[in-house]
């Protein structure tokens, strides 16, 4: 069977958001739960410690957690936080840039879909040196996927991305605090305002982008309900759906349903088609125009 995870919450939420949030998760079917800020160390809703209290409470709860690390390191307070977390000795740590995977040479740990592993060299040499499982990067297509399936290396798990706005590029720039005409420095924390993010429309007023902090994401849901006979038969491992603020813990019911019972494909289609903000994508796992819905 498949197991689901829940990857780490992507926004600015507050302290009782997240607590009531990862509360809910504690009763879904999902089976791994990412935990941690990967996007901005400005986002200090929970520290450190907080994390590791909450990753205890989780596995309590018979979910397996993962710390993830930030997708970009720009100071010296942004590293000394890195190594705290590759160097905890109870949970086991995604990698979302090189100097993580530098950090936990030796270990078990996971890359995130914001490593770059475009080819097998690149994740036999990781294999070597502790990788155990791999996210895909998003924008790589199903043709892909299925030549790295047929020479993975023994033993490391392949985990993709199947729902949620695609995170697609991360800038030193804040985006959100210039759209406020905010330096970086002085954002005022605008991110919270928005806990799906900020939403960029075209000139046509067609919904384009998604702003949040530093991350640039897809306007549109990624979505791969329709494709999960094809990532079954590629024997994919873990499927990812990304936090968003509302409905989450349908959409994990939704996906486990149709990995359990497929005939209810076409139910869990429609369903899922009425909860989801802005409408669906999937022309990445295609090898089209990421934008694309087939």
């Not at 160390?41 to 710390?67: N, Y």
């Not at 804040?174 to 939403?199: V, W």
């Not at 999960?228 to 968003?244: C, F, G, N, T």
Request: charged residues 25%; aromatic residues 10%; contains cysteine.
């Amino acid at each position: 069977m498949n197991k689901l995870s829940l990857g780490p919450v992507l926004y600015y939420w507050s302290r009782e958001t997240l607590f009531d949030f990862y509360e809910q998760m504690m009763t879904t079917d999902v089976d791994i739960i990412y935990l941690g800020e990967t996007v901005c160390s400005k986002r200090k809703s929970l520290r450190t410690s907080d994390w590791l209290e909450l990753a205890a409470k989780l596995t309590d709860a018979g979910k397996e957690v993962v710390l993830s690390t930030l997708s970009l390191i720009e100071a010296e307070s942004e590293l000394k936080t890195l190594r705290s977390l590759c160097d905890n000795d109870k949970f086991m740590v995604e990698a979302n840039d090189m100097a993580a995977v530098q950090l936990l040479e030796g270990k078990k740990f996971v890359t995130g879909h914001s490593v770059n592993i475009y080819n097998n060299n690149s994740l036999d040499f990781l294999a070597k040196i502790g990788l155990i499982r791999w996210v895909l990067p998003v924008e790589l297509s199903r043709d892909t996927l299925a030549d790295f399936q047929a020479n993975r290396p023994e033993g490391v798990e392949t985990e993709i991305f199947v729902y949620g706005r695609l995170p697609l590029a991360y800038s030193a720039r804040c985006f959100t605090a210039r759209a406020h005409n905010l330096p970086k420095d002085n954002c005022q924390y605008r991110c919270i305002d928005y806990q799906d993010g900020l939403t960029l429309f075209s000139q046509d007023n067609k919904p384009f982008l998604t702003i949040n902090g530093i991350q640039t994401q897809s306007a549109y849901t990624y979505n791969l309900l329709s494709a999960l006979p094809d990532i079954i038969s590629l024997e994919v491992d873990v499927l990812r759906i990304s936090p968003q603020s509302f409905h989450t813990e349908r959409v994990i019911e939704i996906f486990k349903n149709c990995l359990k019972k497929p005939e209810t494909m076409s139910d869990g289609m429609a369903k899922l088609q009425r909860i989801i903000p802005m409408g669906s994508c999937d022309g990445y796992w295609h090898g089209t125009a990421g934008m694309d819905e087939k």
